[in-house]
């Protein structure tokens, strides 16, 4: 309870330099009176409360527009709060206008705002190749994670599944933050059922928020098989899916209630980028997470690094690889930038053992 009231104390701190400073100074620099400033200023600094507490269950219809309008100005302001910094020195000096610098700065928010509505539309599918002494035939599998069907639609779901299905795999994994809204429907999530391979999955933070016992009903009713801190095996792997939690040894003590088939290809589902040693130390082979989003949005990569080692891309710890992807979909604002969500493919070749 404690830790819930600091976030929100700082979340309501955040208010001012992302939602008020800007607004009233672009208000300023446009020579706007007191009654268009109010018009602009309360709904915008407003939205994300607004949106937080009262329309978190809007999954369809006009209120869902309105929160995703809530959701884009969240992911507009930070560019527009750097842009704007960037300005003052130059209004000060006179060097340009305040009208024209505001302009300037809008426009430049646009084409941004656009991009990146535009790059966070379809991920890519990026391949890894990897080789293991353990396998005798060619290992394929995809994994997606931080789909976040809550902030993104069905029909974003419905087009990634069609990525999925255009690949040659034997199964696929989603590693977390596959929903990150309540009440999330078993129709809206059918085009898992499209899905010719076997699926496993392993819980996030958000699904953790959420209702996470109906989450799980519901994709077990679509034919998911949920990992939850258990294995499982497929042709020459083991799959082992552990539940995410904020405490950085869970992966340790969660593996040590697990039995371990050294003989096999062992796979490891955990959300977040955290526990690779303890992996190494228990004989997995292959470690893979999401949950960072490679930022998703600048300003907020430089901040994610300072939170984690491993932010995005492949890892290697004795024997042990991990791989952290960027994620397939987008958490609040449908927005990417300086960042690519993903379908990832991985190839696991066999190799000779030269013992």
Not at 139 to 155: C, E, K, N, P
Request: hydrophobic share 45%; charged share 20%.
């Amino acid at each position: 309870m404690k830790r819930r009231h600091q976030l929100i104390a700082v979340a309501l701190l955040l208010q001012i330099p992302l939602f008020a400073y800007p607004i009233l100074r672009l208000c300023q620099w446009l020579d706007m009176d007191s009654i268009q400033t109010a018009l602009v200023f309360v709904p915008l600094f407003f939205s994300q409360i607004v949106a937080k507490l009262y329309l978190r269950r809007a999954n369809n219809g006009p209120i869902f527009w309105l929160r995703r309008a809530a959701d884009l100005w969240l992911g507009i302001s930070p560019l527009l709060l750097c842009i704007l910094v960037a300005a003052e020195l130059p209004v000060a000096l006179n060097w340009i206008t305040a009208s024209a610098a505001a302009h300037t700065l809008i426009g430049i928010a646009a084409a941004l705002t656009a991009y990146s509505i535009l790059n966070a539309y379809s991920p890519s599918v990026v391949e890894i190749k990897l080789t293991s002494t353990k396998l005798k035939s060619t290992l394929r599998f995809a994994q997606i994670t931080d789909v976040h069907i809550g902030s993104r639609s069905s029909a974003f779901l419905r087009r990634v599944m069609d990525q999925v299905n255009s690949l040659d795999i034997d199964f696929l994994c989603i590693t977390g933050d596959f929903i990150d809204a309540p009440a999330i429907s078993e129709h809206s999530l059918s085009a898992l059922r499209t899905c010719a391979v076997p699926i496993y999955f392993s819980i996030g933070n958000h699904e953790r928020y959420e209702d996470l016992d109906a989450i799980l009903e519901r994709l077990k009713r679509l034919g998911v098989t949920v990992l939850r801190s258990r294995t499982t095996t497929q042709g020459e792997v083991q799959l082992i899916g552990v539940d995410d939690a904020d405490n950085p040894l869970q992966v340790e003590r969660e593996l040590a209630t697990l039995n371990i088939d050294s003989n096999r290809f062992v796979l490891l589902l955990y959300h977040r980028p955290r526990g690779l040693r303890a992996a190494a130390e228990a004989g997995v082979d292959l470690m893979i997470s999401g949950h960072t989003h490679n930022g998703q949005i600048v300003p907020f990569n430089f901040v994610v690094r300072r939170v984690f080692e491993k932010t995005v891309g492949l890892f290697q710890e004795g024997l042990t690889r991990l791989y952290v992807s960027p994620g397939t979909g987008t958490w609040g604002p449908v927005m990417r930038l300086g960042s690519r969500g993903e379908v990832t493919l991985f190839e696991i070749l066999p190799v000779v053992n030269a013992r």
